[in-house]
């Protein structure tokens, strides 16, 4: 009986950290026109169960200025989604002031390389898909 547990015990372990191990990387996607736009997203998810998003905007007139928002929080892994998570005391800052909270995605069923957002209170990311390129 005692085995048996933790048999079990050691297998559930290996399949959470093998599925978590699978969203850790560097993602990206770029955007540039010939007109001058250049719009950039960087997610990093970290293997501490922690990630940063740093999102570039200039729209290539005369007058525009180079647009950053950052993100940093924690995430999570249930049944296949990652879910994050910003700790409004803790993570919101001056520098990151976007809040990841009920964002999450997943890898995409057919190339494992793109991340997809499926679900974020913030408009732009909402449906947004990144490569990983690390």
């Known amino acids: 009986m005692k ?7 050691l297998v559930f372990i290996t399949l959470t950290t093998a599925q978590n191990t699978n ?12 007109d001058g736009f250049v719009l950039e997203y960087e997610l990093k998810i970290k293997a ?13 007139q005369l007058n525009s200025v180079d647009e950053n928002s950052y993100a940093k929080g924690t995430w999570k892994v249930i049944k296949n989604i990652i879910y994050f998570y910003t700790d409004k005391e803790t993570e919101l800052d001056e ?14 069923h057919k190339d494992k390389k793109l ?8 408009f ?5 898909t990144l490569t990983k390129i690390e």
């Open 115 to 122: 991340f997809r957002f499926y679900h974020s209170d913030i």
């Open 3 to 9: 085995k048996t547990f933790l048999f079990i015990a």
């Open 48 to 60: 501490d169960s922690t990630f940063t998003f740093h999102s570039f905007r200039n729209i290539g």
């Open 23 to 34: 969203y850790i990387g560097h993602y990206e996607k770029k955007i540039k026109a010939n």
């Open 95 to 108: 520098k990151h002031q976007l809040n990841f909270t009920n964002s999450s995605g997943r890898m995409d």
């Open 124 to 128: 732009w990311v909402d449906k947004l």
